[in-house]
């Protein structure tokens, strides 16, 4: 049941929740510029730019689940049962898997728009990290202060959706949550308009009333919706402490 969030004000602020009905051992994690990172089925990635994120350290390798490198570029994968969809090896492909995913892009790439080309020949393995460590079934957000993409591995193939509304929560894919949005276009931070005949007596008796039929349960698609309204409507000033403060809220 997670939710992740870009926030761009003077900066660009990416966060998101995680939470879930499996615990894990969590540390906030630096993975230092060059520090050799083995691939299963590639050579070991020695040369990378620096990572900071959450991850859970097994045989001392770092399984990111978010992250930013030195460079701004910023990943965060999100649970997508019964979607995602890995592949076995194929020829030609680079192959990459699923646990190496977000290192891969955030030591390789400094922009979204160098992530996309890699993409083009990229294929997530369905190889597991070890026999008690399956591959999770996930997509992702990632996100620079220019751009915001959604990435799926999906049975016919991997999608990278643009994402303009800088927000991923979980199923369906993110191409059903993009239409939802359509279904919310009424809501406003404003007062309500009555589109009633006007012999029929209508008032805002509270603050708020334009965005009633604002989601509020905790399905990935309210999430969703609640996130990008909210969102949408922040206003902080432009001092780190502010921009954090209300990225907080947002959450």
């Known amino acids: 049941m997670c939710t992740a969030v870009t926030y761009q004000t003077h900066d660009l602020y990416f966060g998101r929740t995680l ?40 045989e001392g390798y770092p399984l990111y689940f978010d992250g930013v490198n030195e460079k701004g570029l910023a990943m965060a ?5 019964g979607y995602a969809h890995y592949n076995t090896v194929l020829p030609d492909r680079n192959n ?6 977000l290192p891969c892009i955030l030591g390789r790439c400094a922009t979204v728009a160098e992530a996309r080309c890699l993409l083009e020949n990229l294929n997530l393995t369905d190889t597991a990290f070890r026999e008690d460590l399956p591959p999770t079934p996930l997509h992702w957000l990632l996100a620079d ?25 979980n199923n369906p894919p ?28 209508t008032k805002n008796y509270s603050l ?16 969703f919706i609640r996130a990008l309204f909210v969102k949408e409507n922040s206003v902080s000033e432009h001092n780190e402490k502010s921009n ?8």
């Open 208 to 223: 708020g009333m334009g965005a009633l039929g604002l989601p509020g349960d905790f399905s990935s698609a309210s999430r």
């Open 145 to 169: 202060r220019h751009e915001v993409l959604t990435i799926e591995s999906l049975r016919e193939g991997l999608k990278v959706y643009p994402n303009p509304v800088g927000v991923l929560t």
């Open 77 to 81: 994968a999100l649970n997508f049962p």
């Open 174 to 201: 993110f191409e059903y949550h993009y239409t939802n949005v359509s279904n919310y276009m009424g809501l406003s931070t404003d007062h309500a308009t009555s589109q009633f005949k006007k012999r029929i007596p």
């Open 244 to 251: 954090v403060n209300q990225f907080f809220h947002i959450l």
């Open 19 to 58: 939470d879930n009905d499996t615990a894990y051992s969590l540390n906030v994690t630096v993975t230092p510029r060059n520090f050799p990172l083995p691939f299963r089925h590639g050579e070991t990635l020695s040369r990378h730019y620096a990572i900071l994120g959450m991850a859970h350290i097994a």
């Open 96 to 101: 990459i898997a699923v646990f190496e995913f």
